[in-house]
T-cell receptor, first 112, second 114 residues
């Protein structure tokens, strides 16, 4: 069964450093998402991406964040200058023309 | 149940019993609702969904009930098994044009005692 994959599973970085989280959505999907989940809290929407552009973003997704689909398979989230409060699980999701979003296993980001 | 901060409400049931997990949603314009299961260290896993033009939908061992009058959603799991132990989140999607992102609830931890 096709699935969303994410790498790395755990990323540790120093405050102020740039990180890139990578996702490979399901191959025939058209819509891509990033969510984050701070430990013990609810999953929060960050950004959605369709047709090579951002279609929606939340207040969390400020100028420190960017997304890119550099080729036909990868979807990346970049955090330019990480802060302690960026520590969280980051989930990528994708969907086709239906409503169901399929989530990846997540990347745990730890900012020291 | 709803949670505040780090304190997830916990539902503890015996194996074989039925479980009911509740969720209150906030957006009366939401037209699509989903229940996700999240096991430790994993991403949300789809369980069942329902559209706002329905009030009940059944899957395998699971039933979702939607009460739009009071903006309440519930997930019923029949004959709960130890493998059902996880955190369960409801999520909603607004009917606003372009609003395709999901808004998640706070989650309920289900513990199944063997």
């Amino acid at each position: 069964e096709p699935e969303v994959t994410q790498t790395p599973s755990h990323q540790v970085t120093q405050m102020g450093q740039e990180v890139i989280l990578r996702c490979v959505p399901i191959s025939n999907h058209l819509y891509f998402y990033w969510y984050r989940q701070i430990l013990g809290q609810k999953v929060e929407f960050l950004v959605s991406f369709y047709n090579n552009e951002i279609s929606e973003k939340s207040e969390i997704f400020d100028d420190q964040f960017s997304v890119e689909r550099p080729d036909g398979s990868n979807f990346t989230l970049k955090i330019r200058s990480t802060k302690l409060e960026d520590s969280a699980m980051y989930f990528c999701a994708s969907r086709d023309r239906g409503d169901e979003q399929f989530f990846g296993p997540g990347t745990r980001l730890t900012v020291l | 149940g709803e949670s505040v901060g780090l304190h997830l409400p916990t539902l503890s049931v015996q194996e074989g019993d039925n479980s009911i997990i509740n969720c209150a949603y906030s957006n009366s314009a939401s037209d699509y609702f989903i229940w996700y299961k999240q096991e430790s260290g994993k991403g949300p896993q789809f369980i069942i969904d329902i559209r706002s033009n329905m009030d009940k939908r059944q899957g395998q061992r699971v039933t979702v009930l939607l009460n739009k009058t009071v903006k309440h959603l519930s997930l019923q799991i029949a004959a709960t098994q130890p493998g059902d132990s996880a955190v369960y989140f409801c999520a909603e999607k607004g009917a606003d044009t372009g609003r395709r992102a999901l808004t998640f609830g706070s989650g309920t931890r289900l513990q199944v005692q063997p």
